[in-house]
Protein backbone atom coordinates (compact mmCIF):
# COMPACT_ATOMS: atom_id res chain seq x y z
CA UNK A 1 0.00 0.00 0.00
CA UNK A 2 0.87 3.61 -0.73
CA UNK A 3 1.50 6.30 1.79
CA UNK A 4 0.37 10.06 1.83
CA UNK A 5 1.77 12.75 3.86
CA UNK A 6 0.05 15.47 4.14
CA UNK A 7 1.78 18.67 4.82
CA UNK A 8 1.31 22.32 6.27
CA UNK A 9 -2.26 21.43 7.43
CA UNK A 10 -4.12 24.31 9.70
CA UNK A 11 -5.09 23.70 13.15
CA UNK A 12 -9.02 24.26 11.79
CA UNK A 13 -8.18 21.04 9.41
CA UNK A 14 -6.86 18.81 11.65
CA UNK A 15 -9.58 19.14 14.30
CA UNK A 16 -12.07 19.24 12.04
CA UNK A 17 -10.72 15.34 10.90
CA UNK A 18 -10.22 14.57 14.90
CA UNK A 19 -13.69 15.51 15.53
CA UNK A 20 -15.40 13.83 12.52
CA UNK A 21 -13.39 10.51 13.19
CA UNK A 22 -14.62 10.78 16.55
CA UNK A 23 -18.46 10.81 15.33
CA UNK A 24 -17.81 7.94 12.79
CA UNK A 25 -15.59 5.62 15.45
CA UNK A 26 -12.57 5.37 13.45
CA UNK A 27 -9.63 6.87 13.59
CA UNK A 28 -7.83 10.14 12.01
CA UNK A 29 -6.04 8.16 9.29
CA UNK A 30 -9.41 6.15 8.79
CA UNK A 31 -11.07 8.43 8.30
CA UNK A 32 -8.79 10.43 5.95
CA UNK A 33 -9.19 7.39 3.79
CA UNK A 34 -12.92 7.53 3.83
CA UNK A 35 -12.69 10.94 2.81
CA UNK A 36 -10.33 10.49 0.30
CA UNK A 37 -12.03 7.26 -1.01
CA UNK A 38 -15.14 9.18 -1.57
CA UNK A 39 -13.82 12.16 -3.44
CA UNK A 40 -12.22 9.85 -5.74
CA UNK A 41 -13.63 6.58 -6.16
CA UNK A 42 -16.96 6.24 -8.24
CA UNK A 43 -19.54 4.80 -5.77
CA UNK A 44 -20.38 1.50 -6.33
CA UNK A 45 -24.70 1.82 -6.27
CA UNK A 46 -24.55 5.69 -6.94
CA UNK A 47 -27.92 6.85 -8.09
CA UNK A 48 -26.27 7.68 -11.29
CA UNK A 49 -25.60 4.09 -11.13
CA UNK A 50 -28.72 2.29 -10.10
CA UNK A 51 -30.80 4.60 -12.56
CA UNK A 52 -28.71 3.14 -15.34
CA UNK A 53 -29.02 -0.22 -14.78
CA UNK A 54 -33.13 0.31 -14.33
CA UNK A 55 -33.32 2.14 -17.62
CA UNK A 56 -31.51 -1.24 -18.96
CA UNK A 57 -33.94 -3.65 -16.83
CA UNK A 58 -37.17 -1.64 -17.61
CA UNK A 59 -35.68 -1.07 -21.49
CA UNK A 60 -38.78 -2.46 -23.99
CA UNK A 61 -38.79 -2.81 -27.66
CA UNK A 62 -42.15 -1.80 -27.43
CA UNK A 63 -43.38 1.43 -28.75
CA UNK A 64 -46.09 2.78 -26.94
CA UNK A 65 -46.58 6.55 -27.88
CA UNK A 66 -49.69 5.33 -30.40
CA UNK A 67 -51.68 4.06 -27.38
CA UNK A 68 -50.52 7.04 -25.49
CA UNK A 69 -51.95 9.57 -27.96
CA UNK A 70 -54.98 7.86 -28.10
CA UNK A 71 -55.52 7.84 -24.83
CA UNK A 72 -55.29 11.52 -24.87
CA UNK A 73 -57.36 12.27 -27.70
CA UNK A 74 -60.00 9.99 -26.03
CA UNK A 75 -59.82 11.78 -23.04
CA UNK A 76 -59.85 15.27 -24.57
CA UNK A 77 -62.49 14.44 -26.76
CA UNK A 78 -64.73 13.15 -23.66
Not at 28 to 42: C, D, G
Not at 45 to 67: V, Y
Not at 68 to 76: E, G, H, P, S
Request: net charge positive; charged share 35%.
Amino acid sequence: MAQLTVRKLSRQIVDGLRRRAAANGRSAEAEHREILKKALLPAEGSFADRARAMRQRLASSIDSTDTIRADRDRDTHQ
